[in-house]
């Protein structure tokens, strides 16, 4: 057995989430091998091949392929499917955009947020906003899997010596093509790879607020920024800070809770996190139910004493 991870990269570095999907494809049984593709990605291609477990990189090179089009990397992996077991792509807006796209080209089932390999045909997932876990068994031939990246430690970036094998490109799609995007700038962590993060509630009132208590604190920890659905909706944070069920899915080391109610949506994308933190005036709020410490307090004057305290 064999398993291909889809590699997510910038064309100059390999993303974090790829390293936690290599360690779930180990799992798995047998080689590991690595695609990127890309276009001038010769770096994203070194650094694959130094990952701890990567027996072998295939590198795509097409300029088709240098903004990760679903469609054209949809026809990539499907060229080369055939001779593995295992496709295994992270459970990120890319991965979600492509994994379906190959499994119902290859005609399988997909098995989607798997969070631990019990076998090579076996899978536990999350399912009801993570109130339980399934446990999935894929009898396709061919196993199209995407990874919730918090269920497993990522692998070392270093220490590997894969091989690399460079790949004929499959013709770009006609009936798409890259127009432009906006990317939001950030010097803070990125939300789904941060050790800490500070999310803000809908009790924060407006932007402003926001800005005027979560920052602060978020500054003070070298924190990422997040947010409820709740104030996301209400235009107090961005759309991605959005952490839940329909956000981004995280588990830091300290995840700290201001004025968030915990809606089951919310605690779905970080009951992971090691240490919960909550502050909040309402005692009967869900969200100590999962909290390690909880604060009953009104976040104005708390958050703003524990930035003093810091």
Not at 63 to 70: D, F, M, Q, R, S
Not at 91 to 110: C, E, M, Y
Not at 253 to 269: D, K, N, P
Request: a negative charge.
């Amino acid at each position: 057995m064999t398993a291909l991870v889809i590699a997510e990269h910038d064309n100059s570095s390999i993303k974090p989430a790829t390293l936690n999907t290599i360690a779930a494809a180990l799992q798995c049984g047998g080689e590991v091998h690595v695609l990127v593709a890309g276009h001038n990605a010769g770096a994203a291609v070194a650094a694959a091949a130094q990952i701890a477990g990567v027996s072998k990189v295939i590198h795509a090179e097409e300029a088709g392929l240098a903004h990760g089009l679903a469609e054209n990397v949809t026809a990539q992996v499907l060229s080369i499917a055939a001779g593995y077991s295992h496709i295994v792509f992270a459970a990120t807006a890319s991965g979600k955009n492509i994994a379906p796209r190959v499994a119902a080209k290859l005609d399988v089932g997909q098995v989607s947020d798997i969070t631990q390999v019990i076998a090579p045909d076996t899978f536990e997932r999350p399912i009801y906003a993570g109130n339980a876990m399934a446990t999935v068994q894929a009898l396709d031939a061919t196993k199209v899997l995407t990874v919730r990246t918090t269920g497993f430690d990522p692998v070392p970036a270093s220490g590997g010596s894969a091989a690399v094998e460079s790949l004929a490109a499959v013709a770009a799609a006609s009936s798409v093509s890259f127009v432009g995007s906006e990317i939001a700038r950030n010097d803070r962590p990125e939300l789904t790879s941060a050790k800490i993060i500070v999310s803000g509630g809908r009790a924060l009132g407006s932007s402003e607020k926001f800005a005027e208590i979560i920052t602060p604190l978020a500054d003070k920890l070298g924190a990422a920024m997040g947010a409820s659905r709740a104030a996301v909706d209400a235009g107090y944070a961005p759309n991605d800070w959005q952490v839940g069920q329909t956000g981004k899915i995280v588990a830091p080391q300290l995840y700290v809770a201001c004025g968030i109610s915990g809606a089951i949506q919310h605690l779905a994308g970080m009951k992971d996190s090691k240490v919960i933190v909550a502050i909040n005036k309402d005692a009967e709020a869900p969200i100590f139910s999962v909290a390690d410490y909880g604060l009953v307090a009104d976040l104005f004057v708390a958050v703003p004493e524990l930035v003093a305290a810091l």
